[in-house]
């Protein structure tokens, strides 16, 4: 018996060691639990996918537009498929809808997949193009008119601050009927001392040709102080005619003033009013420009010599074509209608002109989208 007590002593102080309450502690839920429950929380009970479907063309504009879907799904919390299409996208709803996408970014060019998507009862916003059917929730479009409005008067400002009086602002570009009555009109109305003259560049010349076209006519219409390059590759074509419109009018200078000492060496002393010889008398283009060429140049699009062009001051201004922006929006206006909340049925953005102290922002998503998709 004296043995035993012992024995069970010591069970009964196990027994009360195990029993005895340990303080609370508030703990996290698991990760898996908590990205669940993140999700669940953020799309009205339950995981909701996003896609896109886009032309798969190599474009810049496409990869931009890419890139500014999964940059704004990640940030709204959304799991996301890109469904990239060199055709026909109509086929690619089905296998959207059978991943379980609840929502579809489309652009408005494919118009039977927006109307499949439509009739599948997905979400269906529109980015950049636009979309005229009923069928899409959204249509997300670049502006097209007030744009024009800020870049005339851009030009227009940077004249001014030159000490310009007049002279004339030239729109050149393969399709310069796109923007130039708006254009006309906005400098018209602001700065009435000025006027607009457009030329569109030849179908089929090659950059070289392009260059000696447009060359000859900056030569030719030496009052022209300002310049708006309205499509991508126009820029540098208009950049290098300016450059060699300045060199052909400082030889033909050149020429003129070594004519005009080799008359007054000529001349007989007894002459007084001599009469200037053929090699002298040679014809301005037009005689009431200013002798000099000074061209204020703006363009348009994001492009690695764009770009370049405009970090050696030789454009002065850059239009943005706003892929990145329409898509990024178009995925903020998806999240809203998987949210039930009302949306507008179309809504517009706005086409940025960047300067000096505005390029770092689009020079930056310009060189992600490189990196990220892997462009040369």
């Given at each position: 018996?004296?043995?035993?007590?012992?024995?069970?002593?010591?069970?009964?102080?196990?027994?009360?060691?195990?029993?005895?309450e340990?303080?609370?502690?508030?703990?996290?839920?698991?990760?898996?639990?908590?990205?669940?429950?993140?999700?669940?929380s953020?799309?009205?009970?339950?995981?909701?996918?996003?896609?896109?479907?886009?032309?798969?063309?190599?474009?810049?504009?496409?990869?931009?537009?890419?890139?500014?879907f999964?940059?704004?799904?990640?940030?709204?919390?959304?799991?996301?498929?890109?469904?990239?299409?060199?055709?026909?996208?109509?086929?690619?709803?089905?296998?959207?809808?059978?991943?379980?996408?609840?929502?579809?970014?489309?652009?408005?060019?494919?118009?039977?997949?927006?109307?499949?998507?439509?009739?599948?009862?997905?979400?269906?916003?529109?980015?950049?193009?636009?979309?005229?059917?009923?069928?899409a929730?959204?249509?997300?479009?670049a502006?097209?008119?007030?744009?024009?409005?800020?870049?005339?008067?851009?030009?227009?400002?940077?004249?001014?601050?030159?000490?310009?009086?007049?002279?004339?602002?030239l729109?050149?570009?393969?399709?310069?009927g796109?923007c130039?009555?708006a254009?006309?009109?906005?400098?018209k109305?602001?700065y009435p001392?000025?006027d607009?003259?457009?030329?569109?560049?030849?179908?089929?010349?090659?950059?070289?040709?392009?260059?000696?076209?447009?060359?000859d006519?900056?030569?030719?219409?030496?009052?022209?102080?300002?310049?708006?390059?309205c499509d991508?590759?126009?820029?540098p074509?208009?950049?290098?005619?300016?450059?060699?419109?300045?060199?052909?009018?400082?030889?033909?200078?050149?020429?003129?003033?070594?004519?005009?000492?080799?008359?007054?060496?000529?001349?007989?002393?007894?002459?007084?009013?001599?009469?200037p010889?053929?090699?002298?008398?040679?014809?301005?283009p037009?005689?009431a420009l200013?002798?000099?060429?000074?061209?204020?140049?703006?363009?348009?699009?994001?492009?690695?010599?764009?770009?370049?062009?405009f970090?050696?001051?030789d454009?002065?201004?850059?239009c943005?074509?706003?892929?990145?922006?329409?898509?990024?929006?178009?995925?903020?206006?998806?999240?809203?209608?998987?949210q039930?909340?009302?949306?507008?049925?179309?809504?517009?953005?706005?086409?940025?002109?960047?300067?000096?102290?505005?390029?770092?922002?689009?020079?930056?998503?310009y060189?992600?989208v490189?990196?990220?998709?892997?462009?040369?």
């Open positions: 018996m004296k043995k035993i007590f012992p024995i069970m002593l010591v069970l009964m102080l196990l027994l009360w060691g195990c029993s005895k340990e303080p609370q502690q508030v703990s996290s839920p698991p990760e898996s639990a908590g990205t669940e429950n993140a999700a669940e953020a799309n009205d009970g339950g995981i909701k996918l996003m896609g896109m479907i886009i032309q798969d063309d190599g474009s810049m504009s496409g990869y931009m537009m890419m890139h500014g999964l940059h704004t799904v990640e940030n709204l919390g959304y799991p996301a498929k890109l469904y990239r299409v060199k055709g026909d996208a109509s086929e690619m709803v089905q296998k959207a809808v059978d991943d379980g996408c609840t929502g579809l970014l489309i652009p408005g060019s494919y118009t039977e997949a927006v109307r499949r998507a439509h009739d599948a009862g997905l979400y269906v916003v529109c980015p950049y193009e636009a979309y005229n059917g009923d069928e929730d959204v249509n997300v479009v502006d097209v008119s007030e744009y024009i409005e800020e870049l005339a008067r851009g030009i227009a400002e940077r004249m001014t601050e030159r000490g310009l009086k007049s002279g004339r602002i729109v050149y570009g393969s399709n310069t796109s130039f009555p254009f006309g009109a906005a400098v109305e602001y001392q000025f607009t003259v457009s030329f569109n560049r030849t179908p089929g010349l090659g950059d070289d040709g392009a260059i000696d076209e447009l060359s006519y900056l030569l030719n219409n030496r009052d022209i102080k300002g310049l708006y390059a991508e590759s126009s820029v074509v208009a950049v290098k005619a300016r450059s060699k419109a300045i060199a052909a009018f400082k030889d033909i200078e050149a020429a003129e003033k070594a004519s005009e000492k080799e008359t007054k060496k000529k001349e007989p002393e007894s002459t007084p009013t001599p009469e010889s053929a090699d002298s008398a040679k014809p301005t037009n005689p200013l002798k000099q060429i000074s061209i204020t140049a703006f363009g348009c699009g994001l492009s690695d010599e764009n770009l370049e062009l970090k050696d001051n454009i002065y201004g850059l943005i074509e706003p892929y990145y922006d329409a898509a990024a929006t178009a995925t903020m206006m998806l999240d809203r209608l998987m039930g909340e009302d949306t507008a049925k179309k809504v517009t953005v706005n086409r940025p002109i960047a300067y000096g102290d505005t390029i770092d922002k689009y020079k930056a998503i060189n992600e490189k990196e990220l998709f892997d462009v040369e």
